[in-house]
């Protein structure tokens, strides 16, 4: 067994986080229907309140288990 392990960095502005949280089916805005838009202001509120600079960043990490049959 073969264990490969990567890691991405990655960066979003406030507006890519918005429009991210928007396409999870929970924060959709089917379903957040008319409360939409305060669920908006309040995101962004809370995110420029964590990081004024409005620029977040991530460290993704992937691991990949390899097995083959002998």
Do not use: H, K, N, W
């Not at 918005?18 to 396409?23: A, D, K, P, R, T």
Request: with cysteine.
């Amino acid at each position: 067994m073969q264990i490969a392990a990567f890691e991405q960095a990655l960066e979003f502005t406030l507006d890519e986080l918005v429009g991210l949280q928007f396409s999870f089916s929970y924060t959709s805005p089917d379903v957040l229907g008319g409360r939409q838009a305060a669920y908006e202001a309040d995101l962004r509120s809370e995110l420029a309140r964590f990081e004024p600079a409005g620029r977040f960043c991530e460290t993704r990490q992937t691991v990949c288990t390899i097995a083959t049959r002998g």
